[in-house]
């Protein structure tokens, strides 16, 4: 069992930065990919950005290259760095992990939310 917990989501007008957090209750050592997904309201949740264990990241192409994926396995937390932010961006961003068993967990939300 693996818990997520986020955090980071508020409220940055256009053109501003956020960074999200996604902890893990357990080693991400032993998780395969971990990635960020968000739902705006009326919309289907969405892929962000994922990153692999072995660190090569992949991303929406609404996000490329304002977006950044990271993770840290010595603290078990994968990032989100956020640039230039649009109003579209307005979402709950979840954070989700595969584990190497192919078991899908998922954190509690953060919302964002980008004013015009």
């Known amino acids: 069992q693996v818990q997520l917990v986020e955090s980071g989501g508020g409220l940055v007008q256009a053109g501003g930065s956020l960074r999200l957090s996604c902890a893990a209750s357990?080693?991400?050592?032993?998780?395969?990919?971990m990635g960020w997904y968000r739902q705006a309201p009326g919309k289907q949740r969405e892929l962000v950005a994922i990153?692999?264990?072995?660190?090569?990241?992949n991303y929406a192409g609404s996000v490329k290259g304002r977006f950044t994926i990271s993770r840290d396995n010595d603290k078990n937390t994968v990032y989100l760095q956020m640039n230039s932010l649009k109003p579209d961006d307005t979402a709950v961003y979840y954070c989700?992990?595969?584990?190497?068993?192919?078991?899908?967990?998922w954190g509690q939300g953060t919302q964002v939310t980008v004013s015009s």
């Open positions: 989700k992990a595969v584990s190497l068993s192919s078991r899908n967990y």
């Open positions: 357990r080693s991400t050592f032993a998780i395969n990919v």
């Open positions: 990153i692999t264990s072995a660190g090569n990241p």
